[in-house]
């Protein structure tokens, strides 16, 4: 942070950057845990240190530096934890309606503005990455079966052509 400080870039409590991993001063780019995110679950800028922020942070500034066009919009807070064989992942906020299950486990889903914002599994953590790729993508809740997928995530509840796309068109 003190090498963007010292040419007087702009810092709150990581190095700013817009959508394109820039900082406030031109062809300056930064990544990863040294600067703030566009949290897109609060539409907030805060410091979300985790490896996978850093990667696509990482990915966008390099191919920005190198001359392409990317933007970085998918940053989230998420973690993820096992032990004595309890398997808990958490991911983006916790604000909205709430779909609330305990069967053998605990989850609960959060939703606003026809979106999923965020979840919390305890115990059952089996395709989870289904409700990360709703959050990170945006995906409306409209376009897919809801209900099916708040009880069992799976590739079943999105419409044919998007299981198409995901699925790489195969
Ligand atoms: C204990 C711990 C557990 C974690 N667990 C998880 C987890 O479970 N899941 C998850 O997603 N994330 C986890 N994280 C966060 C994750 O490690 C970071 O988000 C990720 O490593 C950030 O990558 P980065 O490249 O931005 O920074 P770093 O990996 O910190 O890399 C920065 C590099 O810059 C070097 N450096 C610093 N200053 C200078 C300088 N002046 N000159 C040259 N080099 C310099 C450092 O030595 C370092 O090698 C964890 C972090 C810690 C500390």
């Known amino acids: 942070m003190d090498l963007i ?3 007087n870039g702009e810092i709150r409590r990581g190095i700013v950057v817009n959508e394109l991993m820039e900082t406030s001063i031109p062809n300056i780019y930064a990544a990863g845990d040294c ?3 566009f949290d897109i679950t ?3 800028n805060r410091v979300l240190a985790l490896l996978p922020n850093a990667y696509m942070q990482g990915e966008c500034a390099g191919i920005n530096m190198a001359g392409g066009k990317k933007i970085f919009d ?3 807070p998420m973690n993820a934890i096992g032990f004595f064989g309890l398997h808990i ?3 983006g906020s916790y604000d909205g309606d709430v779909y609330y299950e305990r069967n053998g486990g605990y989850k609960k889903l959060f939703t606003k503005d026809g979106l999923l914002k965020g979840y ?3 115990g059952n953590v089996e395709k989870a990455g289904i409700y990360t790729s709703l959050i990170r993508e945006k995906i409306p809740l ?3 079966d809801f209900e099916l997928i708040c009880k069992k995530p799976g590739l079943m509840a999105f419409s044919k052509a998007d ?3 995901k699925l790489g068109g195969a």
Request: aromatic share 0%; proline share 0%; glycine share 0%.
């Open 142 to 144: 409209k376009n897919i």
């Open 5 to 7: 400080k010292d040419i």
């Open 163 to 165: 299981r198409m796309k």
């Open 74 to 76: 998918k940053a989230i």
């Open 120 to 122: 919390i599994l305890v």
């Open 89 to 91: 992942i958490t991911a």
């Open 35 to 37: 600067c703030e995110s």
């Open 42 to 44: 609060i539409n907030q």
